[in-house]
Structures are given as structure tokens and as C-alpha cells.
């Protein structure tokens, strides 16, 4: 079946842009995950969302990002007003819910560089 | 808050011979899941192996085992007859079982795996 999909693959954006990043999770999976990933280094989780229940958003590193899904479909990472610090892979996963039990699936990631 | 700590930015090994690439955590849980990813070029994150903190036994997947010192907080991975495809960036990583922060996954710096003809 179809796994994680995200788009764009890649996005250049000047500094001070706003960009939106999507995110199409498994079918039936009610959690999901935002990771970001800069150059060499291992994952640092941003936000997660399962079902209706309010978002864990402890992982945001400003208030520049946010994050929207809607029910259990699609979600949308959104990094206003850009800074090169910004660059980096944002990957998200998807898992059927976020009891730990559960394998998260990951998507290719959108690569972002801000210039 | 956990930590894990990858301590060998890169290892290399030559075709068909064992490599084994070490990890370390701070917790202060009692039980949690361990786990190892693999991130090929294509940046791909794939799951490799997992452990469960209240399972002594170790945990084995074909090829891949690894070595869970709870006490040392330790979560070794070994590769045995390491094939050219094994080749990736290799992740441990540690999931609480409760909390309020349950969900998310903490990774280490990673480890860049080369395996050699």
C-alpha cells in the first residue's frame, strides 16, 4: 500500500518567506509526527497529533511554526518568516495510533533551504 | 528529558565481516522502547530493530541484533555478514511507554556506517 508521502520534495525559499510543508499520512493512521533534521544530525521531534485530541506541540522551536491537521488526513507544517537556521529536512511519520507500541512510518522529507 | 548519545560519528567495515555501532541513553523510566533506524541517501528513515526495556531477551532481526544493557543503559547494534546495502546512517533511538510526551521519538547524532567491497 501506499506509505507517507510529503511534498514539495525540495524548497528554496529567500529569508523572511513564509513556506508550507505537507504531509500525507498511511490511510487509517491517526497519529502523526513532525521531525526535523539538519545537516549531520539525528531527528528532533516538533509536534504530534492524535486524532481530536489537542496537538503535543512541545518540540516547536518558535513561535514561527506551526502545524495544522485536519481529522486524520493530511497535515501542514507551516514556518513563517524564514531564517537560514530554518534549513534543514522536515520529515514526518505516521503511526495507526501513539501508543508506543505502534511503528511509525516515515516519509521521504522535504528538504528545505532558505537563502 | 532522555537523552541518547551515539559516540562514533562514523564506522567502517569490510563486506561479509560484523560491525557493531553503540549507543547510550539517560533515563530515569523504568520501561520504554529502543530502537535502531537506518537512513539511506534517499533519506528514507527505516526501522531495524526494536527492544522493549522489561524484556531481558535480546532482541534479533535476521542479520541484525543488538545488545541491551539495561543497568549500563547501553543498546549496542550488531551487523553480521554486512552487505554493500547495508551502507546508511544509522539512528538508536528511545520512546517512553507513558508520560505526557509518550509519542515522540528521541534520536542520537547518528552513526554514517561505509562498508566496504
Known amino acids: 500500500g501506499a506509505g507517507v508521502s510529503q511534498s514539495p520534495s525540495n524548497k528554496v525559499t529567500e529569508k523572511g518567506k513564509d513556506v508550507e510543508l505537507r504531509c500525507d499520512p498511511i490511510s487509517g493512521h491517526t497519529a502523526l509526527y513532525w521531525y526535523r533534521q539538519r545537516l549531520g544530525q539525528g531527528l528532533e521531534f516538533l509536534i504530534y497529533f492524535q486524532g481530536n485530541s489537542a496537538p503535543d506541540k512541545s518540540g516547536l522551536p518558535s513561535d514561527r511554526f506551526s502545524a495544522e491537521r485536519t481529522g486524520e488526513s493530511v497535515s501542514t507544517l507551516t514556518i513563517q518568516r524564514t531564517q537560514q537556521e530554518d534549513s534543514a529536512v522536515y520529515l514526518c511519520a505516521s503511526s495507526l495510533t501513539s501508543a508506543s507500541s505502534y511503528e511509525q512510518y516515515f516519509g521521504p522529507g522535504t528538504r528545505l533551504t532558505v537563502t | 528529558a532522555q537523552t541518547v548519545t551515539q559516540s562514533q560519528p562514523e564506522m567502517s567495515v569490510q563486506e561479509a565481516e560484523t560491525v557493531t555501532l553503540s549507543c547510550t541513553y539517560d533515563t530515569s523510566e523504568s520501561d520504554y522502547y529502543l530502537f535502531w533506524y537506518k537512513q539511506p541517501p534517499s533519506r528514507q528513515m527505516i526501522l531495524v530493530i526494536r527492544?522493549?526495556?522489561?524484556?531481558?531477551q535480546n532482541a534479533t532481526e535476521n542479520r541484525f541484533s543488538v545488545n541491551f544493557q539495561k543497568a549500563a543503559k547501553s543498546f549496542s547494534l550488531k551487523i553480521s555478514d554486512s552487505q554493500l546495502g547495508d551502507a546508511a546512517m544509522y539512528f538508536c533511538a528511545y520512546r517512553s511507554i507513558g508520560g505526557t510526551s509518550y509519542g515522540k521519538l528521541t534520536f542520537g547524532q547518528g552513526t554514517i556506517l561505509t562498508v566496504h567491497p
Open positions: 527492544q522493549e526495556a522489561y524484556k531481558q
